[in-house]
């Protein structure tokens, strides 16, 4: 059937929008695209042999196979390109009557198999490269999203395919499939709207995944607007349409999510531009990193926490060799050798802005022993507590041992 004059490019993306909204599978979306446009899908591993085609046989799918066989033994330009990850065209003639498009997906990653479309001559100008465009992010997602993914929150691909990309994906949504229809399916009238002001989450259960379809239900329930994913062992969320006051309500709300559940959740901070939303997902699963360590509290947020996410930055791009001072070493290996606790009084007394009652008293000691031990500290260390230089590298160099003492990975 070659009925192209019946679907243009708008057209098109709500053929999709409807066959994604109502869950078909990849060759059922392929199939509806044939029956109404009469596009042509091949889908061939580099081989050449046959993986899904759409119809099955026919003239025009013979044609464009034979086409895309006969490209992968010859040695042209085209070839060459094609397997440089370029889109190879097809003049009408070549492929059939009409224009034809391949590219190799999925891009950078193996194995591939290689996509093509047939466009009926009769069809609009644009429709042949906008079709390949939606069939490879078709075919990508497909191809990358799980058979079974826990939680009862997706209740179509639609709505999977955009809490993928919103949770995981690092690029511009306008150039998914799922973020160009997403607006056509609610037109900010019904639905989950994407209004500005947002907000990341990253929730765990140490040691057990099973709390954590629950806690996604409790979050659709406890904040509408929002996307939940589980991945890898991890219940990812984005909170869309908060305000600026509302920001403290809801790590309020996922605190109390916690409490009880032995769940820990690192918060991002509230940002505007969705396509910074990768650097937020790394700022609330550094957050995350904190709230797992013991004795810490089941909510971290970046607003509290920046320094400590600073700090762990730094440590995983040059680790704690570089960033700790000798002298904190020095003190440290002292205090194993010989049981004392020299770290420990310089820690407390730079924390209270060298003022030794204050220090002595939290240690419960006497103003006589932290004399004595700072006394100590600086001859082993040979530097002068006093100098407010000196005092702040040696306080920010305890706070990066202690941290990378505590994170996984780093240096003991």
Not at 55 to 75: C, I, V, Y
């Amino acid at each position: 059937m070659d009925n192209g004059r019946n679907l243009d490019i708008s057209g098109l993306d709500e053929l999709l929008l409807g066959a994604l909204t109502d869950g078909l599978e990849l060759h059922e979306i392929l199939e509806s695209l044939y029956s109404l446009s009469g596009i042509v899908t091949a889908i061939l591993d580099t081989g050449g042999l046959d993986t899904v085609c759409v119809p099955e046989r026919g003239q025009r799918q013979d044609e464009l196979k034979h086409a895309l066989r006969t490209m992968l033994t010859s040695r042209d330009k085209r070839s060459e390109g094609f397997f440089r990850g370029r889109v190879a065209e097809f003049a009408p003639g070549e492929a059939g009557k009409g224009p034809a498009f391949c590219r190799l997906v999925p891009a950078g990653r193996e194995p591939r198999h290689i996509l093509a479309i047939s466009v009926p001559e009769d069809a609009p100008d644009g429709m042949g490269k906008r079709a390949l465009e939606r069939a490879v992010q078709l075919y990508e997602y497909f191809d990358s999203v799980p058979s079974w993914e826990p939680g009862g929150y997706k209740a179509s691909y639609l709505e999977s395919g955009v809490a993928r990309e919103l949770l995981l994906g690092d690029g511009d949504l306008s150039r998914s499939v799922f973020g160009n229809l997403y607006d056509l399916r609610l037109d900010g009238e019904a639905g989950t709207s994407l209004g500005g002001g947002y907000v990341f989450a990253a929730i765990e259960c140490p040691g057990d995944t099973s709390a954590l379809p629950e806690a996604e239900q409790s979050l659709s329930r406890m904040w509408p607007r929002s996307f939940h994913l589980i991945s890898d062992g991890r219940l990812l969320a984005l909170f869309c349409s908060v305000r600026e006051g509302e920001w403290g309500p809801l790590t309020d709300k996922l605190r109390f999510l916690t409490e009880g559940r032995e769940l820990c959740c690192g918060v991002s901070e509230l940002f505007s531009d969705l396509n910074e939303r990768g650097g937020f997902r790394r700022q609330a699963l550094g957050a995350l990193s904190l709230a797992l360590l013991p004795d810490s509290a089941g909510v971290r947020t970046a607003r509290d926490s920046y320094h400590e996410l600073m700090l762990a930055g730094a440590l995983s791009q040059v680790g704690p060799t570089v960033l700790v001072p000798s002298e904190i070493k020095k003190l440290s290996e002292y205090d194993e050798r010989n049981h004392t606790e020299y770290l420990d009084t310089l820690e407390k007394y730079l924390f209270f802005g060298n003022r030794l009652s204050s220090a002595a008293a939290s240690m419960f000691i006497d103003r006589s022993t932290m004399k004595y031990r700072l006394q100590k500290i600086e001859d082993l260390i040979g530097v002068d507590t006093e100098d407010p230089d000196a005092a702040r590298r040696l306080q920010i160099g305890i706070a990066v041992f202690r941290l990378s003492r505590s994170l996984p990975g780093m240096e003991k």
